[in-house]
């Protein structure tokens, strides 16, 4: 997918359509396939941006079709060509009819063979993700009851969910963000298979978890999902490190929800934030991003989960913290959504929310104010004839301190104040 300019959905559908026509004018049977189809069944229908092609055309042959120039073989073996578009349209993944071979690594299938569309539609994963549209006669061919499903607002596994979850076991975690992200239930028995296979995902790479994981974490109903995760057991293996409990009754458990129908906004990281400030309260700092680094989660993304949990307490008792320390903690670009969360848990805790308003209406301040310039840095205290080396960093740290107290206003004054300091540090190390 493009990264440097967004997908826009007329673009990306009109192109699609084009793709669809010319595999139609060339013989060949050729329907839009999957998610794309599922998005524009749900009422109230959305746009979608990818779009996905299914035909009785054989690799080779689509690639006649639009020519290897325009195309890109890297599915090939999976009867998947890649059709190169804009940055405006995207690409699409033209995929022929098939059937898949055992799934010996959980993920892909060992072969495939070619087949009919109802066939191709049996080996897919939820009912809602089954299904084909002809644009050209718009039309939807169903061969799985999807559409039954959206109404009925049900994530069903096509066939039997064993199978299906066997076949690709990041498919557990799938139905839970459907589940999440569209407001759907989960069938009777896709619900019990999720359960009794979660245990499955320690065979899903990382990688692919983390990336479901997003998608329910960031969605507007991710309580739905966090529940879900819970009840089921696939939260465990999604999560790795905390402490769960045995019932969602559990009282951490409802603190947990609790604080996250106080928190506006669903983010990623402080979501995971809460999950370790909750369910893992005794763990140290090197704990949470021993798991955080199991999840396979960027080193931004750690380091920002840790600096969540490491300050919320420090944002709830800042009326009775130092400013100077108080006020590095504010000018950190975390520091806003690490106080939402520090507001919805003093708010649960009924803490006093004394500190969390004095950081408020600090960071209401101008910039220049919160945070202004340094009266001195490292080439001032050179010019002032100090050798640099480890005092250096001691010494600008007591000027800044006594610069945001409002103890010393002036740049002579901070000189002075620095010569202080840098000699009786000196003094105490002989």
Known sequence: MFESSPIVAEKARLFAVKTVRKLRKTGFIAYFAGGCVRDREIRPPQDPHDYDIATNALPDQIQEVFTK?????????????????????GNIDIATFREDAAYSDGRHPDGVSFCNAEQDALRRDFTINGMFYDPIDEQVIDFVNGR???????????????????????????????????????HTETLAAVKQFAENLQQVSRERILIELKKILESNHYQRGLELMLDTGVLAYAVPGLALPESSQAANWQSLLAITAAMPANDFRSTLALLFKTLAADAILIDVRSSLKQMKMSNDDIVTVCWMVEHVEQFISADSVPWPQIQRLLIDPNAKKTLTIATAWSSHHQQSTVGIEFCQQKLKLPLEQLNPAPLLDGKDLQEMGLQPGP????????????????????????????????????????
């Open 69 to 89: 120039r325009k195309t890109l073989a890297i599915g090939a073996s999976f009867g998947v060509i890649t059709l190169i578009g804009t940055k405006a349209t």
């Open 148 to 186: 039954a499903d959206i109404v009925a607002k049900v994530i069903r596994a096509i066939g039997i969910p064993a199978e299906r979850f066997h076949e690709d076991k990041l498919r557990i975690l799938r139905a839970i963000r459907f589940a999440t992200t569209l407001q759907f239930t989960i």
């Open 391 to 430: 005092l250096f960093s001691k010494v600008l740290t007591a000027v800044r301190d006594a610069q945001l107290m409002g103890e010393t206003t002036t740049k002579p004054a901070a000189a002075i104040l620095a010569q202080t300091v840098f000699q009786q540090l000196s003094d105490s190390l002989e």
